[in-house]
Every structure is written in structure tokens, then in C-alpha cells.
Nanobody, 123 residues
Framework: QVQLVESGGGLVQAGGSLRLSCATS????????MGWFRQAPGKEREFVAA????????GYADSVKGRFTISRDNAKNTVYLQMNSLKPEDTAVYYC????????????????WGQGTQVTVSS
């Protein structure tokens, strides 16, 4: 079993920045790929960013490419999502998740999920 706790969400104006953190516990963090997903009201949960076990491979949704950066600190068992140039359409609940494989952008490959953190971007 893996536990994940997201933090860092909040209310920010368009053009601003936020840094999300996801602290994990329960198993060896470096054995897992990690991902960030988001879900806006009335919409399905969607992929945002992913990072491989060692951090050498990252991937992003087209909608956030160039604005968001995923990173991980295996010594701290934590994955981060730096979000810059935020837009109102980035408003959603953001979830981090664990994938027992090497790397994936597919939601259904992820085995464990956090409770989510709300990000609201005002125009």
C-alpha cells in the first residue's frame, strides 16, 4: 500500500505560479513512476504530467507543455509540479498518482491516488 498526500494548491491570478507537492509513504518511492492528473467540474480526469522512476524521462499534456514542470526528489519521497503562467482553464482538482511500471501517461496504469488539491485560477 502507498499513501500520497498532495499540498500546495490554492487561489492564484492568471499569469501566476503555484508549486504542488506530493509526499508518499508506504513503499520504496524510487521504484515507482509518478504522475499528475487533474479534474475540472463536469469533466473527466485528465493527464497532466508524468515522470519516470529515476526522473530521466518526463512527459506533459499539450495544454501545459512549456508552462508546467514535473520533478521528483527520491530522497524525500516527493514529486512536484511547478505550474507557471497559469490560466483560468487550469482550474481543477490536481491529483498525484503512483504507477508501478517504468513510465506512463495513461490514467488507468496508475495504482494509487492522493486525495487531490484544489487549484483555482482567477481571470
Amino acid at each position: 500500500q502507498v499513501q500520497l498526500v498532495e499540498s500546495g494548491g490554492g487561489l492564484v491570478q492568471a499569469g501566476g505560479s503555484l508549486r504542488l507537492s506530493c509526499a508518499t509513504s508506504g513503499r520504496t518511492f524510487s521504484n515507482y513512476a509518478m504522475g499528475w492528473f487533474r479534474q475540472a467540474p463536469g469533466k473527466e480526469r485528465e493527464f497532466v504530467a508524468a515522470i519516470s522512476r529515476g526522473g530521466g524521462r518526463t512527459g506533459y499534456a499539450d495544454s501545459v507543455k512549456g508552462r508546467f514542470t514535473i520533478s521528483r526528489d527520491n530522497a524525500k519521497n516527493t514529486v512536484y509540479l511547478q505550474m507557471n503562467s497559469l490560466k483560468p482553464e487550469d482550474t481543477a482538482v490536481y491529483y498525484c498518482a503512483v504507477h508501478s511500471g517504468t513510465y506512463s501517461k495513461r490514467l488507468y496504469d496508475y495504482d494509487y491516488w492522493g486525495q487531490g488539491t484544489q487549484v483555482t485560477v482567477s481571470s
